[in-house]
T-cell receptor, first 114, second 109 residues
Protein backbone atom coordinates (compact mmCIF):
# COMPACT_ATOMS: atom_id res chain seq x y z
CA UNK A 1 0.00 0.00 0.00
CA UNK A 2 1.27 3.49 -0.82
CA UNK A 3 1.57 6.26 1.74
CA UNK A 4 0.72 9.94 1.43
CA UNK A 5 2.73 11.90 -1.09
CA UNK A 6 2.94 15.69 -1.09
CA UNK A 7 4.31 17.92 -3.80
CA UNK A 8 6.34 19.96 -4.13
CA UNK A 9 8.61 19.35 -1.15
CA UNK A 10 9.84 22.95 -1.08
CA UNK A 11 8.92 26.15 -2.82
CA UNK A 12 9.50 29.87 -2.57
CA UNK A 13 6.84 32.42 -3.43
CA UNK A 14 6.58 36.18 -3.36
CA UNK A 15 4.14 38.02 -1.14
CA UNK A 16 0.83 38.54 -2.95
CA UNK A 17 1.21 35.50 -5.19
CA UNK A 18 -0.96 32.39 -5.20
CA UNK A 19 0.20 28.83 -4.50
CA UNK A 20 -1.20 25.33 -4.97
CA UNK A 21 0.01 22.40 -2.90
CA UNK A 22 -0.87 18.80 -3.76
CA UNK A 23 -1.50 15.66 -1.77
CA UNK A 24 -2.19 12.08 -2.79
CA UNK A 25 -4.12 9.93 -0.35
CA UNK A 26 -3.13 6.55 0.96
CA UNK A 27 -4.89 3.72 -0.82
CA UNK A 28 -8.25 2.99 0.82
CA UNK A 29 -8.58 6.39 2.50
CA UNK A 30 -11.41 8.77 1.57
CA UNK A 31 -10.67 11.87 3.68
CA UNK A 32 -7.89 14.43 3.55
CA UNK A 33 -6.95 16.92 6.26
CA UNK A 34 -4.54 19.83 5.91
CA UNK A 35 -2.45 21.31 8.70
CA UNK A 36 -0.17 24.35 8.82
CA UNK A 37 2.94 24.20 11.00
CA UNK A 38 4.80 27.44 11.57
CA UNK A 39 8.40 27.23 12.72
CA UNK A 40 8.60 26.13 16.36
CA UNK A 41 4.86 25.53 16.62
CA UNK A 42 2.64 22.47 16.50
CA UNK A 43 0.52 21.70 13.46
CA UNK A 44 -2.72 23.72 13.23
CA UNK A 45 -5.83 22.39 11.49
CA UNK A 46 -6.75 24.22 8.30
CA UNK A 47 -9.59 22.08 6.95
CA UNK A 48 -10.72 18.59 6.03
CA UNK A 49 -12.27 17.26 2.83
CA UNK A 50 -14.60 14.29 2.48
CA UNK A 51 -16.56 13.35 -0.62
CA UNK A 52 -15.12 16.38 -2.40
CA UNK A 53 -16.61 18.81 0.11
CA UNK A 54 -15.16 20.73 3.04
CA UNK A 55 -15.94 18.78 6.19
CA UNK A 56 -14.61 21.01 8.95
CA UNK A 57 -12.46 24.12 9.06
CA UNK A 58 -10.07 25.68 11.51
CA UNK A 59 -9.44 29.36 12.15
CA UNK A 60 -8.05 30.25 8.73
CA UNK A 61 -9.25 33.01 6.38
CA UNK A 62 -11.10 32.28 3.12
CA UNK A 63 -7.98 32.82 1.04
CA UNK A 64 -7.09 29.31 2.17
CA UNK A 65 -9.20 26.98 0.03
CA UNK A 66 -9.09 23.39 -1.06
CA UNK A 67 -10.28 20.76 -3.45
CA UNK A 68 -10.70 17.03 -3.27
CA UNK A 69 -10.88 14.94 -6.41
CA UNK A 70 -12.79 11.72 -7.15
CA UNK A 71 -9.62 9.70 -6.53
CA UNK A 72 -9.48 11.33 -3.03
CA UNK A 73 -6.35 13.33 -3.77
CA UNK A 74 -6.46 16.96 -2.69
CA UNK A 75 -5.12 20.44 -3.30
CA UNK A 76 -4.57 23.32 -0.91
CA UNK A 77 -4.72 26.77 -2.50
CA UNK A 78 -3.57 29.93 -0.81
CA UNK A 79 -4.26 33.29 -2.43
CA UNK A 80 -2.64 36.66 -1.73
CA UNK A 81 0.28 35.11 0.12
CA UNK A 82 1.53 36.85 3.25
CA UNK A 83 4.90 36.50 4.95
CA UNK A 84 3.21 34.70 7.87
CA UNK A 85 2.06 31.97 5.51
CA UNK A 86 5.62 30.66 5.52
CA UNK A 87 5.30 27.24 7.12
CA UNK A 88 5.36 23.48 6.68
CA UNK A 89 2.04 22.34 5.22
CA UNK A 90 1.08 18.80 6.18
CA UNK A 91 -1.51 16.63 4.54
CA UNK A 92 -3.02 13.57 6.21
CA UNK A 93 -5.36 10.99 4.75
CA UNK A 94 -7.78 8.84 6.71
CA UNK A 95 -11.15 7.18 6.73
CA UNK A 96 -14.03 9.54 7.50
CA UNK A 97 -14.63 10.03 11.20
CA UNK A 98 -11.78 7.77 12.13
CA UNK A 99 -9.43 8.14 15.10
CA UNK A 100 -6.14 9.98 14.77
CA UNK A 101 -4.09 6.77 14.85
CA UNK A 102 -5.70 5.90 11.53
CA UNK A 103 -4.31 9.04 9.91
CA UNK A 104 -1.34 8.79 7.56
CA UNK A 105 0.69 11.99 7.35
CA UNK A 106 2.80 13.11 4.43
CA UNK A 107 6.24 14.62 4.87
CA UNK A 108 4.93 18.07 4.09
CA UNK A 109 5.58 20.97 1.75
CA UNK A 110 7.88 23.70 3.05
CA UNK A 111 6.55 27.06 1.77
CA UNK A 112 8.66 30.18 2.10
CA UNK A 113 7.06 33.55 1.29
CA UNK A 114 9.49 36.38 0.63
CA UNK B 1 -7.94 28.17 25.53
CA UNK B 2 -5.26 25.52 25.32
CA UNK B 3 -6.50 21.99 24.83
CA UNK B 4 -3.18 20.46 25.90
CA UNK B 5 -0.28 21.81 27.91
CA UNK B 6 3.23 20.36 27.78
CA UNK B 7 6.63 21.55 29.01
CA UNK B 8 8.49 23.14 26.09
CA UNK B 9 11.67 21.09 26.49
CA UNK B 10 13.23 18.21 28.41
CA UNK B 11 16.56 16.39 28.50
CA UNK B 12 17.11 12.71 29.16
CA UNK B 13 20.28 10.63 29.46
CA UNK B 14 20.66 7.87 26.91
CA UNK B 15 19.43 4.54 28.28
CA UNK B 16 17.30 6.15 30.97
CA UNK B 17 13.52 6.45 30.97
CA UNK B 18 12.05 9.62 29.51
CA UNK B 19 8.82 10.74 31.16
CA UNK B 20 6.88 13.35 29.21
CA UNK B 21 3.86 14.90 30.96
CA UNK B 22 0.76 16.47 29.43
CA UNK B 23 -2.26 18.23 30.87
CA UNK B 24 -5.55 17.85 28.95
CA UNK B 25 -8.11 18.91 31.52
CA UNK B 26 -10.84 19.66 28.94
CA UNK B 27 -10.79 16.26 27.26
CA UNK B 28 -14.21 14.72 26.64
CA UNK B 29 -15.14 11.55 28.43
CA UNK B 30 -15.15 9.39 25.32
CA UNK B 31 -12.16 10.85 23.49
CA UNK B 32 -8.74 9.34 23.21
CA UNK B 33 -5.49 11.08 24.06
CA UNK B 34 -2.87 10.48 21.37
CA UNK B 35 0.88 10.85 21.38
CA UNK B 36 2.87 11.56 18.23
CA UNK B 37 6.43 12.65 17.61
CA UNK B 38 8.04 14.67 14.87
CA UNK B 39 11.65 14.48 13.79
CA UNK B 40 13.34 17.21 11.72
CA UNK B 41 10.00 18.66 10.55
CA UNK B 42 8.97 15.41 8.89
CA UNK B 43 5.37 14.26 9.13
CA UNK B 44 4.16 13.37 12.63
CA UNK B 45 4.71 9.74 13.62
CA UNK B 46 2.20 7.80 15.75
CA UNK B 47 3.43 6.50 19.10
CA UNK B 48 0.49 5.41 21.24
CA UNK B 49 -3.04 6.32 22.30
CA UNK B 50 -5.32 5.64 25.25
CA UNK B 51 -8.75 6.28 26.70
CA UNK B 52 -8.59 5.64 30.44
CA UNK B 53 -6.47 2.56 31.01
CA UNK B 54 -2.71 2.53 30.90
CA UNK B 55 -1.36 1.33 27.59
CA UNK B 56 1.93 -0.17 26.40
CA UNK B 57 3.28 -1.01 22.98
CA UNK B 58 6.70 -1.69 21.52
CA UNK B 59 7.56 2.00 21.47
CA UNK B 60 6.27 3.40 24.74
CA UNK B 61 3.91 3.28 27.71
CA UNK B 62 1.09 5.69 28.42
CA UNK B 63 -0.11 6.44 31.93
CA UNK B 64 -3.46 8.26 32.18
CA UNK B 65 -4.67 9.65 35.49
CA UNK B 66 -7.98 8.37 36.82
CA UNK B 67 -9.67 11.75 36.24
CA UNK B 68 -8.25 11.73 32.67
CA UNK B 69 -7.01 15.30 33.04
CA UNK B 70 -3.38 14.41 32.47
CA UNK B 71 -1.15 11.71 31.06
CA UNK B 72 2.51 10.76 30.89
CA UNK B 73 4.32 9.19 27.98
CA UNK B 74 7.17 6.94 29.03
CA UNK B 75 10.01 5.94 26.73
CA UNK B 76 11.58 3.20 28.86
CA UNK B 77 15.13 3.26 27.49
CA UNK B 78 15.70 6.45 25.53
CA UNK B 79 18.11 6.36 22.59
CA UNK B 80 19.63 9.19 20.57
CA UNK B 81 17.09 8.46 17.83
CA UNK B 82 14.30 9.39 20.25
CA UNK B 83 15.38 13.04 20.08
CA UNK B 84 12.28 14.71 18.64
CA UNK B 85 9.32 16.94 19.42
CA UNK B 86 6.57 14.99 21.20
CA UNK B 87 2.95 16.02 20.91
CA UNK B 88 0.07 15.13 23.18
CA UNK B 89 -3.07 15.43 21.03
CA UNK B 90 -6.80 15.53 21.64
CA UNK B 91 -9.73 15.91 19.28
CA UNK B 92 -11.18 19.38 18.82
CA UNK B 93 -14.42 20.52 17.16
CA UNK B 94 -15.07 20.08 13.47
CA UNK B 95 -12.94 17.01 12.75
CA UNK B 96 -9.73 18.66 13.89
CA UNK B 97 -7.05 17.41 16.23
CA UNK B 98 -5.30 19.83 18.59
CA UNK B 99 -1.53 19.33 18.64
CA UNK B 100 -0.45 22.08 20.98
CA UNK B 101 3.18 23.20 21.06
CA UNK B 102 4.76 19.91 22.10
CA UNK B 103 7.84 19.00 24.16
CA UNK B 104 11.25 19.03 22.53
CA UNK B 105 13.07 16.01 23.97
CA UNK B 106 16.84 15.86 23.72
CA UNK B 107 18.50 12.55 24.53
CA UNK B 108 22.03 13.15 25.76
CA UNK B 109 24.82 10.60 25.21
Amino acid sequence: ETGVTQSPTHLIKTRGQQVTLRCSSQSGHNTVSWYQQALGQGPQFIFQYYREEENGRGNFPPRFSGLQFPNYSSELNVNALELDDSALYLCASSLAGGPLYGYTFGSGTRLTVV
Amino acid sequence: DAKTTQPPSMDCAEGRAANLPCNHSTISGNEYVYWYRQIHSQGPQYIIHGLKNNETNEMASLIITEDRKSSTLILPHATLRDTAVYYCIVRGPGNQFYFGTGTSLTVIP
